[in-house]
């Protein structure tokens, strides 16, 4: 071990024995003698800055803020040891050698002083002041401390009667001359001492205004220990013991930051004592002062004093809870961590971008807002995955993604980067992340369906125009071609064979009856016929007459504008529309009579107009069979519904009501001109 780690463990060791033996000397007095309060803020100073500051100083030789530590702690436990070595001798009537212990511990005390709640705060937690500027505090506040001490170390002979131990102890340095002045100098001084250990928490907090997110993290432990032990040692003697038992964690936490650890917690911690401090405080002063001008103005102040303070204290107290968190959230965290920021930025992004690329935008955007090492967003059904850093793994979180209640994907967050948030305000971050990033992830895998929807239309379209080639060319071609050979036979025979010529003429007649046949099958299988021949109301009563359980039909909407004779009536209706219409109901209606079990069922075609949407024909299919299956797969004619629907611009939804059975409802957009006109009263 090298000399600076030895000299480092031996003022340690040092310090603890001193404090040690201070404190059993002081617990053996007796009551006349005992201090009150039994302990000061340099016990627990004098106990755990110098094995710390040895911690430190065996893995970090050249810390300044280490040695400082083991300096200042060894001062506080020769302020401990003189005062009670003082006490003991004076409670065994050695006057002389108790005012010598107390120069002894007068002298400790000043150097733990100046060590500890000046020049440590100062140099926290980087081990440097925070700039030139602060090198007259360090060194005025010293100067300070330095010359309190000396009025001490010189005090005068007080007076007897107002002494407040039984026996008063001599100093041989006093100075007897200065004992008009020494009480008014020391009470200035005592103010002028304060004021430089405020300015010391002052620059822990201009550090951490004005610092970069990793500072502000080691900044943050420190500071908010700092200003409970201010706060109790200006509260005075009463809450020594307090003052006492938090100095003594002051070291632990400094550790913490110079070490860089990760501080979990920390952030909310300050958050919220600020946040409940404010509060406090505002509520406290809107109260008394409207109970104040009450009393002035109001009688029987009373009553009314404490209704009307009550009532200014709510109205202010949610505004300025949200505006002290948000200031709090500024101060410790940045614009990184500001939701509305982040919430800025994922608007611009989103706004800026297609949807494939605003999903890596988000993404980059969640990464740098959230301080993760990486994020990754999956789209299920899309086949879409962007990773950015590394996402998931130990400490990372999955996040789902849903869209009005719809699953639509993931997302995955990898562990916190060196710029970390409290879990608390994590938690906020992402809850705005999470809508934007839902909101890609359904934009993405609606374009995937769109995408896959238009390669099935253009792969069905090619399919069937390969179909009506082989018909045509295949079957009719070829038919029409042994016409056109038998007519020629026919008309060469017709002189020569009369007889041979009617049995090719009749010949062709039959073939004729099946070229016919064959072009109507073509024709069925563009449009279904019976919507020519009766209509869309018609053709859908003539699927629900078909064999099966009963099927009622409600068509009196589209029926009752087309007799009026509207644009857009029924008949009207674009033949795409009409046509999935059919279909829909002929697939829906085949389901029921196949898989529902159903005992009844019900058609419904009607017009409507969605919220925020054009005019569209509604499609509703409605049974009371067992409804759908749990876990069941998505077939054919499911898929071929949805299909039909989403060509058009619409949607097909088929669900299980509360009440049991199936419900099938499709939405298909019509043109402005399919919607009907507003009636208009022609009375007059």
Same mark, same amino acid.
């Given at each position: 071990m090298s000399v600076p780690r030895v000299l480092a463990v031996g003022m340690a060791v040092v310090s603890v024995a001193l404090a040690v033996c201070g404190m059993v000397a002081t617990a053996r007095l007796p009551a006349a003698w005992f201090p009150d309060p039994p302990a000061s803020p340099d016990n627990g100073a004098a106990l755990t800055f110098p094995i710390v500051g040895a911690f430190l100083i065996v893995h970090r030789p050249r810390l300044v803020m280490a040695w400082l530590m083991c300096a200042g702690g060894l001062a506080t436990a020769v302020n401990v040891f003189g005062t009670g070595l003082m006490f003991q001798a004076a409670s065994g009537g050695a006057m002389e050698a108790a005012g010598i212990w107390r120069i002894v511990g007068v002298v400790g005390w000043a150097g733990g002083a100046a060590v500890l709640a000046l020049l440590l705060p100062l140099l926290s937690p980087d081990d440097r002041l925070p700039s030139r500027r602060w090198r007259p505090v360090a060194v005025l506040g010293t100067a300070a401390i330095a010359v309190d001490a000396l009025l001490v170390v010189v005090r005068p002979t007080p007076d007897a009667a107002t002494y407040r131990w039984p026996s008063v102890i001599p100093n041989p340095l006093a100075v007897d001359t200065l004992a008009p002045f020494h009480a008014p100098m020391l009470e200035w001084l005592t103010i002028v001492m304060y004021g430089f250990v405020l300015l010391a928490l002052v620059s822990l907090v201009l550090r951490m205004v004005h610092a970069g997110p990793e500072l502000r993290r080691q900044i943050g432990w420190p500071l908010a220990t700092f200003m409970i032990y201010v706060v109790c040692l200006f509260a005075g003697p009463r809450f020594w013991v307090l003052a006492t038992v938090w100095t003594a964690l002051i070291p632990l936490v400094i550790t913490f930051a110079v070490l860089r650890y990760r501080l979990y917690g920390i952030k909310t911690v300050i958050s919220r004592t600020v946040v409940a401090t404010g509060l406090v405080a505002s509520v406290g002063v809107v109260y008394f002062g409207v109970s104040a001008l009450t009393s002035l103005f109001v009688s029987g102040y009373d009553p009314a004093a404490g209704l009307v303070a009550a009532l200014f204290a709510g109205v202010f107290f949610q505004p300025l809870r949200r505006g002290l968190r948000r200031w709090t959230d500024l101060m410790l965290y940045g614009r990184h961590g500001d939701p509305q920021e982040l919430a800025r930025r994922l608007t611009r992004e989103v706004g800026a971008a297609e949807p494939g690329d605003a999903l890596a935008a988000v993404a980059a955007v969640a990464r740098d807002g959230l301080g993760v090492t990486g994020v990754a967003v999956e789209v299920a059904g899309a086949g879409t995955r962007v990773e950015l850093g590394r996402a998931g793994g130990q400490g990372g979180r999955e996040v789902p993604l849903v869209w009005h209640g719809e699953p639509v994907g993931r997302m995955l967050l990898g562990p916190p980067g060196p710029r970390r948030f409290a879990a608390a305000h994590n938690d906020r971050l992402i809850a705005v992340v999470t809508p934007y990033v839902a909101d890609v992830a359904h934009a993405v895998l609606m374009s995937a369906n769109l995408q896959r929807s238009r390669e099935r239309i253009l792969s069905a379209r090619e399919e069937e125009r390969r179909r009506l080639r082989r018909d045509l060319h295949d079957g009719l071609g070829q038919a029409l071609t042994a016409m056109s050979m038998s007519l020629n036979i026919a008309r060469l025979r017709l002189h020569d064979a009369p007889s041979d010529a009617d049995r090719l003429l009749l010949d062709l007649r039959s073939g004729m009856d099946t070229v016919? +046949?064959? @072009?109507?099958?073509?024709?069925?299988?563009?449009?279904?016929? &019976?919507?020519? /021949? %009766?209509?869309? #109301?018609?053709? $859908?009563?003539?699927?629900?007459?078909?064999?099966?359980?009963?099927?009622?039909?409600?068509? +009196?909407? @589209?029926?009752?504008?087309?007799?009026?004779?509207?644009?857009? &009536?029924?008949? /009207? %209706?674009?033949? #795409?529309?009409? $046509?999935?219409?059919?279909?829909?109901?002929?697939?829906?209606?085949?389901?029921?009579?196949?898989?529902?079990?159903?005992?009844?069922?019900?058609?419904s075609l009607r017009r409507a107009r969605p919220p925020g949407a054009r005019h569209a024909l509604v499609v509703l299919v409605c049974d009371d069979g067992r409804?759908?299956?749990?876990?069941?797969?998505?077939?054919?004619?499911?898929?071929?519904?949805?299909?039909?629907a989403a060509e058009l611009g619409g949607s097909c939804v088929i669900s299980s009501p509360p009440g049991g059975g199936t419900r099938v409802e499709a939405v298909l957009p019509l043109p402005a001109l399919a919607a009907p006109p507003p009636t208009r009263d022609v009375s007059a």
């Open positions: 016919s +046949q064959e @072009i109507r099958d073509l024709v069925y299988g563009l449009r279904p016929p &019976s919507l020519d /021949d %009766l209509g869309l #109301a018609g053709a $859908v009563r003539a699927l629900a007459a078909e064999p099966g359980p009963p099927v009622t039909v409600d068509t +009196q909407d @589209i029926e009752a504008t087309a007799d009026a004779g509207n644009a857009g &009536s029924a008949g /009207d %209706l674009p033949a #795409a529309v009409e $046509v999935a219409a059919y279909r829909i109901v002929q697939e829906a209606l085949t389901n029921v009579r196949r898989h529902a079990h159903a005992r009844s069922a019900a058609v409804g759908l299956p749990e876990g069941r797969r998505v077939g054919v004619g499911t898929a071929s519904m949805r299909e039909r």
